[in-house]
């Protein structure tokens, strides 16, 4: 581990350079307004990263190396995959973030593990991650979390958080296969409208109809038909976007980190991209 660990900081040290690393870690000792904004250097920040005592630095730190330009090196995809299993959970967390920016496909098993975590907020950026990197082997752990958990027999495993529902009902939208079809349909009577939504976009996007929230009407469609995917369109991530704040306007100021929404990575490139249709 420790060779792994000098790799990360030895990495850093190149965009270090070309960022600097006198940015201060407050707005205390700041030397210019521009100064208040300067995040810490990638060397600060991976650093951070690899602190084995402060575990809200690992996590700020695995967040900083993420979001960086060069935060998809191999020395910090191995960071993320390694800080996975970090004994705290929000280190767990940015590490799902890391590789929801920056993971392969071979990476999805061991994302999948981490939607059995007793956290909440891991649980949520695992299925983020999984709307990202492609992979049927996701697709029966993320059909677990679309629906409520039953705990009167037959038991059966689930989901509390409706917004963790939410993101793994969207995430099962990239898979043409039957096994996902009735599990979003049910999805359709879950008692938050977001994962309604969600549901129905998804059946959308796999089938090319579109029954708005009515499960009798896509249950009869589903068993009428034998092409339930020849309408399929290409499945797209939601993406991170936000105005401008107000001190973003300043010159040299960040622009603020909007991304742009592209297919996951693995996403089988055959798919010939259609648009979705409107919502009118």
Known sequence: MASRLCKVVLAASVPAA????DSPDSMRGATSLLQMWQPPSPLEAAE????????DARARGTMLLANGYFGGEDPYH???????????????????????LHGQPEDVPLIAAA?????????LEACRALQRVHDPAAIDA????????????????GENEPTIRTEA?????QYAEPRVIQPLISALDDRFLAVNEAARRSLRTL????????????????????????????????AFRRDKFFWEYIP?????????????????PALERRDEPSDG
């Open 18 to 21: 070309l960022v600097g690393c």
């Open 48 to 55: 951070m990263a690899i602190d084995p005592w402060d575990a």
């Open 78 to 100: 191995a960071l993320y995959l390694e800080r996975a299993s970090d004994e705290d959970a929000n280190v767990r967390a940015a590490a799902l973030r890391g590789l929801s």
């Open 115 to 123: 939607l059995e975590d007793p956290n909440a907020r891991v649980r």
């Open 142 to 157: 993320l059909i677990v979390l679309t629906r409520l958990p039953v705990l009167t027999p037959p038991e059966q495993a």
């Open 169 to 173: 009902a969207h995430a099962l939208g």
């Open 207 to 238: 089938t090319g109809q579109d029954f708005g929230f009515d499960r009798k009407a896509w249950l009869k469609w589903y068993q009428e038909t034998d092409t339930p995917f020849a309408g399929r369109t290409a499945y797209i991530y939601p």
């Open 252 to 268: 040299f100021v960040p622009e603020p980190p909007n991304e742009t929404a592209s297919t996951p990575v693995g996403f089988p």
